[in-house]
Nanobody, 121 residues
Framework: QVQLVESGGGLVQAGGSLRLSCAASGRTFSSYAMGWFRQAPGKEREFVAAISRNGGSTDYVDSVKGRFTISRDNAKNTVYLQMNSLKAEDTAVYYC??????????????WGQGTQVTVSS
């Protein structure tokens, strides 16, 4: 089992940047494919970005391609989401996710508690 703790959310102006971090407990972090999801008020939770176990493969929802970058440091048991050129529509609670499978796009085994990102226009 793994516990996920997000940090780095906050309030930023449109066009600004934030970096989210997700620290994972346990000694098997490199066994999990990781990712980020988000949920805006009144909307369903949506996929944002995914990264493979060794970091060699990434995937993004079209709306963040070219603006967001997912990365991981297996030595630090941490996954990151660098968010640049933020827009008001990026406002949401962002959740870290882990899966035993190949990608979080196909299913999630563990969720973090979420961190709020608010982009003011």
């Amino acid at each position: 089992q793994v516990q996920l703790v997000e940090s780095g959310g906050g309030l930023v102006q449109a066009g600004g940047s934030l970096r989210l971090s997700c620290a994972a407990s346990g000694r098997t972090f490199s066994s999990y494919a990781m990712g980020w999801f988000r949920q805006a008020p009144g909307k369903e939770r949506e996929f944002v970005a995914a990264i493979s176990r060794n970091g060699g493969s990434t995937d993004y929802v079209d709306s963040v391609k070219g603006r967001f970058t997912i990365s991981r440091d297996n030595a630090k048991n941490t996954v990151y989401l660098q968010m640049n050129s933020l827009k008001a529509e990026d406002t949401a609670v962002y959740y870290c996710a882990a899966t035993y499978g190949r990608t979080v796009v196909r299913g999630v085994n563990y969720w973090g508690q979420g961190t709020q990102v608010t982009v003011s226009s």
